[in-house]
């Protein structure tokens, strides 16, 4: 059964301390790994996608890699702005269920001033 | 571009009591997808469209569920008989091809 772990649950970082968020998965045949960004009252907003292992992607203090069991999205110098619930999700390549992005519960991500 | 429009923004209804949500996909997204997230949790596939018909409905509990894309664009999921584990938020999202979703804001329903 494909699965979708992410740790921690939550995590409190002053600003300016760089941290990173894990997501470890098991998928039959990965064909993409996402990362949303979801601020509460709201849809999750698309990040990155990533394809295969050792793909790093890269946006404003954000960086996503992934590798064949785990993906860390890295927060260099956080903002309190950057304060929101990241999630993770996989698609995998098997055929009724294809486009189908299954989530894990996200990590509640608090940057203080 | 417009987003994915989602209406109501909020619904509370009393157990046993039927509700439906609506969503309009951007233009020209042939695929619809209804998630259900629970307070805490990811969101969980419901339903997903391909135009107007249905690929995966697996995990839409077919008793109380419905959902409908008619024409192949907007589309309206229903409940009925709602329950209290029906709580949630409802998110539609809409995609060109197979990657890169688009969200809407959801619904947020209270069964009370």
């Known amino acids: 059964e494909d699965q979708v772990t992410q740790s921690p649950e939550a995590l409190r970082l002053q600003e300016g301390e760089s941290s990173s968020l894990n997501c470890s998965y098991t998928v039959s045949g990965l064909r993409g790994l996402f990362w949303y960004r979801q601020d509460p009252g709201k849809g999750p907003e698309f990040l990155f996608t990533l394809y295969s292992a050792g793909e790093e992607k890269e946006k404003e203090r954000l960086k996503a890699t992934l590798t064949k069991k785990e993906s860390f999205l890295h927060i260099t110098a956080p903002k309190p702005e950057d304060s929101a619930t990241y999630l993770c999700?996989?698609?995998?390549?098997?055929?009724?269920?294809?486009?189908?992005?299954?989530f894990g519960k996200g990590t509640k991500l608090s940057v203080k001033p | 571009e417009a987003g994915v429009a989602q209406s109501p923004r909020y619904k509370i209804i009393e157990k046993r009591q039927s509700v439906a949500f609506w969503c309009n996909p951007i233009?020209?997204?042939?695929?619809l997808y209804w998630y259900q997230q629970i307070l805490g949790q990811g969101p969980k596939l419901l339903i997903q469209f391909q135009n107007n018909g249905v690929v995966d409905d697996s995990q839409l509990p077919k008793d109380r569920f419905s959902a409908e894309r008619l024409k192949g664009v907007d589309s309206t999921l229903k409940i009925q008989p709602a329950k209290l584990e029906d709580s949630a938020v409802y998110l539609c999202?809409?995609?060109?091809?197979?990657?890169?979703?688009?969200f809407g804001s959801g619904t947020r329903l209270t069964v009370v």
């Open positions: 233009s020209g997204h042939a695929t």
């Open positions: 999202a809409s995609s060109l091809v197979s990657y890169g979703y688009t």
């Open positions: 999700a996989v698609q995998g390549n098997y055929g009724g269920s294809q486009g189908n992005l299954i």
